[in-house]
């Protein structure tokens, strides 16, 4: 068997190879970053990236066992521990009202090991629940997207080398809330909300110009994978816990969000 011991680099390297050697043996995850504990190291997805684009070629390989030992978050350094916690913010976003309001009430990056294995439990149980009923995402698992078309826009415009994942997420975040007030589904307090648990948590929540600029966000959001015939999937929230899905936004209106979003 492999046994991937590391964040999700090593998790998705070590999967791959899992999947493919001998055309598939046994994995192990054991995450040693938040982010890869309550995402990467659940769900069966594994890639490498080629010179072309991220993760172009991979396999779904769940893991026989995923071990969290949230000891190992001790060494982390504090921006991997921050970016980690976008997505357990997006996961608490989309699916669980109590885990929303509970992050509300805390500093996520001091909290003691007992409460944050706690959370980092309830999170992952919400992905393994929805990876259970959609394994090879083909339905309800794009849920999980939520933040993520912008955020995967600043990723590939900074060239993978500016912004952690979770931070890049974090920016997306927003932009999906905002986005979500903007289409009529949300109401602009829970989006406030949102906005101020990342900055609170230390997250990005604006992109610096000297990086990107709307238009290149723009122009690589169509180019996203979930990208369906030509539009766009957005996943938005009518209210925590509660997602929606459309691919009938505005274009003026993805604009002016995004515009808005540049640091100043
Ligand atoms: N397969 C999936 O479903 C999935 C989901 C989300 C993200 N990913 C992938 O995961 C990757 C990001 O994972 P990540 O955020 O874990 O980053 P990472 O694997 O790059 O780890 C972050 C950094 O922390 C170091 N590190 C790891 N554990 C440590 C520890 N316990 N103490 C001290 N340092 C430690 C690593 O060496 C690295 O420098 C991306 O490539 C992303 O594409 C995959
Ligand atoms: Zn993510």
């Not at 001998?22 to 069966?44: A, H, K, N, Y």
């Not at 893991?63 to 970016?83: C, F, H, K, N």
């Not at 976008?86 to 109590?98: R, Y």
């Not at 995967?152 to 931070?167: C, F, Q, R, V, W």
Request: hydrophobic share 45%; no cysteine.
């Amino acid at each position: 068997m492999v046994v991937a011991l590391g964040g999700g680099v090593v998790g998705d390297l070590a999967g791959f190879v899992a999947a493919t050697f001998l055309r598939g043996i046994t994995l192990v995850q054991v995450p040693t970053t938040v982010l890869s504990m309550v995402d990467s190291s659940v769900g069966g997805k594994t890639a490498v990236n080629l010179p072309a684009g991220k993760n172009l070629v991979g396999a779904f390989h769940p893991p026989i066992l995923t071990l969290v030992d949230v000891g190992l978050i001790s060494g982390l350094p504090i921006r991997e521990v921050r970016a980690g916690w976008a997505e357990v913010i997006k996961t608490a976003a989309i699916f669980d009202p109590a885990l929303f309001d509970e992050l509300d009430t805390v500093p996520l990056v001091e909290l003691q090991p007992d409460r944050m294995a706690d959370i980092l439990e309830r999170t992952v149980r919400w992905k393994e629940r929805v990876v259970h009923e959609d394994p090879r995402e083909r339905g309800i698992r794009v849920v999980l997207n939520f933040g993520h078309t912008v955020g995967h826009a600043i990723e590939a415009t900074t060239g993978y080398g500016t912004y952690l994942h979770g931070e890049a997420v974090a920016i997306g975040l927003v932009a999906a809330s905002r986005l979500s007030v903007r289409a009529g589904f949300l109401d602009a307090g829970v989006a406030a909300r949102i906005e101020d648990m990342l900055a609170r948590t230390g997250l990005p929540t604006r992109y610096d110009p000297t990086f990107t600029n709307a238009n290149a966000i723009l122009d690589r959001t169509l180019t996203d994978k979930k990208v369906e015939s030509n539009r766009v999937r957005w996943v938005l929230l009518r209210d925590i816990g509660q997602v929606v899905v459309t691919d009938e936004l505005s274009a003026d209106v993805i604009r002016d969000v995004v515009e808005a979003l540049v640091r100043h």
